[in-house]
């Protein structure tokens, strides 16, 4: 592959990452004015899960992104 497609590969999983940090973040502390926990309960669960797969999304980015600058 090119360096441009290793570039484009990490700055999607870099930027899906960092979403994913923060939705997980929101989804498993949130208790503001949407509704309560009331609303966000149903989300809660998904805190984790989502928490991890941004910090997965994020480590590939980064990988790539490390493969795109050694490529000549």
């Known amino acids: 592959m090119k ?3 290793y570039q484009l590969i990490a700055y999607i999983g870099i930027v ?3 979403l994913f940090l923060l939705g997980g973040l929101w989804a498993y502390y949130y208790r ?3 509704g309560g926990p009331e609303f966000v309960y ?3 669960e998904y805190g ?3 928490f991890v797969g941004g ?3 994020l480590v590939i980015g980064i ?3 490390w ?3 050694e490529e000549k």
Do not use: E
């Open 67 to 69: 493969r795109a600058r």
């Open 3 to 5: 360096k441009a497609d």
């Open 48 to 50: 984790v899960p989502l």
């Open 32 to 34: 503001g004015w949407l």
């Open 16 to 18: 899906l990452g960092v």
């Open 42 to 44: 149903p989300i809660k």
């Open 55 to 57: 910090v997965a999304l």
């Open 63 to 65: 990988a790539f992104l």
